[in-house]
C-alpha cells in the first residue's frame, strides 16, 4: 500500500458495502477495548455475532479474508505478517496477517463518525451550559487572585471551559439550523409543529432571558481576567495549563521549548474564542448577542409559520401545493392525448371567450356566412358590449353584494387603541421623568408600567457590564435612554405588582424621553470614554 494513494472512502460505494462497513466497524470496538491487531478469525467472530442480534444470513471466513485484503489495498488497513503462531516450515511459507487499522482508515472511520452525528443531531440551546461557564469563570478567577495558583485546578477549569463552549456553540449552531428549517417548513410534521410551537417559543424566549442575565456576569468575569497584568491574570493562567499538558505530551523531534510554545498558543487561541463568544463591540458584535439577536427574531418568524398552516388548512389558495397536484397529475396521465386535455382544461387553451356570439350576430352570419379559411381582418367584425370590453364580462352575474358597513368595527379598534396608548403614554410618564432614582424608591408599578420596567432593565442588562459611570443604552426604537448605576451599599429593592413582589440588588435608574423636547436639557452622565 505504500506505493499506491490511499482512498479510504472507497469502500462507502463499493458492491459489499455493508459487509466492509461491518469489518471497519469490528476494528473500532476493537480499538476502544485497546486491542491493536486483528486476525481474520477475530474479525468473522466479531461479525457473525453482530449478524446473529440482527438475524441476518451468516458469513463465511473466505468473504471476510477478501474484505480485509481489499480494504488494505485502499489503505483502510495496514496488514503484517502474523508469526506468532509459525511450529513447521509449512506454516511459515502460508501466508498469515495481523490488521490493524491504518492512519488514513481511522481518520475515515472518525470522519463518518462525526458525520452521523451530525444529520443525528437537531441541537438545543443550552442554559445550564451558559450557566456552567459561568460558575467556572469564576473559581478562575478565585484562581487567579491567589499568590500560588493550583496548576491542576487551573489546567481542569479551563479544559471544562473549553469543552463547555464548544459544545454550547456546536448545538447552539445545529438548533437554530434546524429552526431555520422548521420556520422555512421543511421536512417538518405539521400537526406535531402547531402541537408543540407554544413549547418552543416558551423554550426560545427562556434562553434568551437567561442568555441576557447570565452574560452579563461572564462578560463581568472575562474583563476582570483580562485586566489582570499578565503574570496574574489569562497569561499566567494559560502558562500554568500548557506547561502542565507539556509535561505530559510525548517525546518528539521538537525541542521542550517549543513544545511547551505550541501548547501555550493552543491555549491563547481557546481563549480568544471565549471572549469573542461573550466580548463584543458595536462594530464587531459577541456571538452571545448575534445569538440573542437570532433567537428573538425566531419567535415572530415561528408565528408567521404557523399562520401558514393555519391558512393552509383553512382552505386558502397555495399556488405552490396546487402546481404539485397538476404536477403529479400530468406525471399520472396514461397517454398523451390526456396530458393535452389536463393542459387546456388547467390553462383554458380553448377558443376565444371574449368573442361572444349573440342573435343578431348569427342572423348575419346565416346571410352572409365566411368560410374558415378566411382571414380575420377581411372578416365581418364581431359586436362587443361595452360592459366586455372594459370588465371582461357581457354582464353581472347574481344580484349586487351588500355594503357592509364597518363602521362601528373601526370605531372600537380606535378606541381599544387610543387606551392602549393612553396606558403606554401613562407608563412612560412614570418612569422616564429623567431625574436618577432608586429602584427602591419607584414604589407599586401596575401591569403596563411593570412591563415597560421590565424591558428597560433587559435592554440595560443586556447593554454590558456597568462601568464606572454605569450603563447606558438606548431602546431599540431610540425613544428612551436608559442609565443603571449600581448603588455600591449592597441595598436590596423590593417592587410591589399586581402578580407580586419584584426584589433584587437595588440600582439607580435614569430614563430620559428623548422624544421630549425638555429631554434635550436633562443632565446626564457623561462617561470616560466620551460616549454619550
Excluded at 34 to 42: C, G, K, T
Excluded at 154 to 175: C, I, M, P, Q, W
Aim: hydrophobic content about 40%; overall charge negative.
Amino acid at each position: 500500500m505504500s506505493d499506491q494513494l490511499a482512498r479510504p472512502f472507497s469502500h462507502l460505494d463499493a458492491p459489499n458495502a455493508g459487509l466492509y462497513r461491518g469489518v471497519m466497524g469490528a476494528f473500532v470496538a476493537a480499538k476502544r477495548r485497546f486491542l491493536v491487531h486483528l486476525r481474520p478469525e477475530d474479525v468473522a467472530e466479531s461479525l457473525r455475532e453482530a449478524v446473529a442480534d440482527e438475524g441476518g444470513p451468516q458469513l463465511d471466513g473466505a468473504a471476510v479474508e477478501a474484505a480485509l485484503k481489499q480494504l488494505e489495498q485502499w489503505g483502510n488497513l495496514r496488514a503484517d505478517p502474523d508469526t506468532s503462531r509459525v511450529t513447521t516450515v509449512d506454516d511459515f511459507y502460508r501466508t498469515r496477517y495481523l490488521y490493524q487499522l491504518s492512519a488514513e482508515g481511522e481518520a475515515a472511520e472518525l470522519a463518518l463518525a462525526a458525520y452521523d452525528e451530525a444529520l443525528g443531531n437537531r441541537g438545543e440551546l443550552q442554559s445550564v451550559a451558559l450557566e456552567d461557564i459561568r460558575v467556572r469563570l469564576r473559581s478562575l478567577r478565585q484562581q487567579a487572585g491567589l499568590p500560588d495558583p493550583d496548576p491542576a485546578v487551573v489546567h481542569s477549569l479551563l479544559r471544562e471551559l473549553s469543552t463547555l463552549l464548544d459544545g454550547l456553540a456546536a448545538n447552539a449552531t445545529a438548533f437554530m439550523g434546524s429552526l431555520q428549517r422548521t420556520i422555512d417548513l421543511q421536512d417538518v410534521d405539521e400537526d406535531a409543529f402547531i402541537a408543540y410551537k407554544d413549547r418552543l417559543i416558551g423554550y426560545l424566549e427562556r434562553f434568551v432571558g437567561d442568555l441576557v442575565v447570565k452574560s452579563a456576569e461572564i462578560v463581568t468575569t472575562l474583563r476582570d481576567l483580562e485586566s489582570q497584568p499578565d503574570h496574574l491574570g489569562v497569561e499566567g493562567l494559560l502558562a500554568l495549563a500548557a506547561a502542565r499538558e507539556a509535561a505530559d505530551a510525548a517525546p518528539d523531534q521538537r525541542e521542550a521549548d517549543e513544545a511547551l510554545q505550541a501548547k501555550l498558543d493552543g491555549w491563547r487561541a481557546r481563549w480568544s474564542g471565549l471572549c469573542s463568544w461573550f466580548l463584543g463591540d458595536r462594530a464587531h458584535p459577541s456571538q452571545a448577542a448575534l445569538l440573542r439577536q437570532r433567537a428573538r427574531a425566531a419567535i415572530p418568524a415561528l408565528l408567521a409559520a404557523v399562520t401558514t398552516l393555519q391558512e393552509r388548512r383553512t382552505g386558502r389558495s397555495d399556488r405552490s401545493a396546487d402546481f404539485r397536484a397538476l404536477a403529479r397529475w400530468f406525471a399520472e396521465a396514461p397517454s398523451d392525448a390526456e396530458a393535452h386535455r389536463l393542459w387546456r382544461a388547467a390553462f383554458g387553451l380553448t377558443s376565444a371567450r371574449h368573442l361572444g356570439i349573440d342573435a343578431g350576430t348569427l342572423e348575419a352570419r346565416e346571410e352572409q356566412p365566411a368560410p374558415a379559411a378566411t382571414a380575420w381582418a377581411e372578416a365581418p367584425p364581431v359586436t362587443i358590449s361595452p360592459r366586455l370590453r372594459a370588465t371582461g364580462r357581457h354582464q353581472h352575474r347574481g344580484t349586487l353584494a351588500r355594503i357592509v358597513d364597518r363602521s362601528q368595527a373601526r370605531q372600537r379598534l380606535e378606541e381599544m387603541l387610543a387606551a392602549e396608548r393612553s396606558q403606554t403614554e401613562a407608563a412612560r410618564r412614570r418612569l422616564a421623568t429623567g431625574r436618577p432614582t432608586r429602584l427602591s424608591d419607584l414604589g407599586p408599578l401596575d401591569r403596563d408600567e411593570f412591563e415597560l420596567f421590565l424591558g428597560l432593565l433587559g435592554d440595560a442588562l443586556a447593554g454590558g457590564p456597568p462601568g464606572p459611570d454605569g450603563i447606558r443604552t438606548t431602546t431599540s426604537d431610540g425613544t428612551l435612554e436608559i442609565t443603571l448605576l449600581p448603588t455600591g451599599d449592597g441595598a436590596s429593592a423590593e417592587i410591589a405588582t399586581p402578580d407580586g413582589v419584584f426584589h433584587g440588588p437595588d440600582h439607580v435608574l435614569t430614563i430620559v424621553d428623548l422624544t421630549h423636547p425638555a429631554a434635550a436639557g436633562t443632565p446626564r452622565l457623561v462617561t470616560t470614554g466620551g460616549e454619550r
